[in-house]
């Protein structure tokens, strides 16, 4: 039942793309960006959700599936320009949700040239064709090797933020958004691990040196001159 369930949502998300989906092409922003907020399904995205007050405008939701927004209030964000980001395995969200959310872009965070890809089946290649795939020019950035911190570094790139604020961004030492199941999108043998991911999420931070990021969740980290940690214990 669930495999019918996944086969379904990627109809709907593929008839969403091409006779719904209208992102925002204006690539001249007629406000200025002071922050961003990027969210993750580690399980302080529930505080973005549930406790922050005034959050900005432009939310970037990453790998979310339906299993992350069931106990989700979504009237936090109805009043957001959203961004969704998903990895090569593509877990997408179903038309329930996508008829509620305010969307101006959908990104693919893997491209054709990466490990990932090469080893989906033709028939998958042909699904994910369909869908807009991390820019070209931002190809150097896939070295990160995490489908979070590709759309940290697309967020960057196509806002200029000051401040980016993040969410959900545990690097898999805590619990999920959701504690029933990590229901990681990423197959274990290809993921990468925790302690990698860590140093490439300190490596980034340091290749945008003028940018603010402010990480807010109850696993601290080594500090860095641009990284604050806000504990949300």
Known sequence: MEKIIRIKNKLFFLFYIIFLYKPNKNTKLKYKID?????????????????????PKIVALVNFMDHDMKNIDLTAINDKEVYLFYNIEFKVLSFKY?????????????NKHTRSYK???????IYLNQFPEFPRHLKDYMS???????????????????????????????????????????????????????KNFQKMC???????FIRYDEIEIDKLPNL???SIK
């Open 206 to 212: 340091n290749l945008f040196k003028d940018i603010n």
């Open 98 to 110: 996508l008829s509620k959310l305010n969307i101006k872009g959908i990104i693919r965070t893997g």
């Open 144 to 198: 990160l090797k995490n489908s979070g911190l590709l759309s940290i570094v697309y967020m960057i790139d196509h806002f200029k933020p000051k401040k980016v604020l993040l969410f959900g961004f545990n690097f898999y030492k805590s619990e999920m958004i959701r504690t029933t199941s990590q229901g990681f999108t990423i197959n274990e043998a290809i993921r990468t691990s925790p302690n990698q991911l860590l």
């Open 35 to 55: 922050k961003i907020a990027v969210v993750g399904r580690g399980k302080s995205a529930n505080y973005f959700f549930n406790k922050l007050k005034n959050s």
């Open 228 to 230: 604050v940690h806000i």
């Open 119 to 125: 080893l989906q089946t033709t028939l998958r290649k």
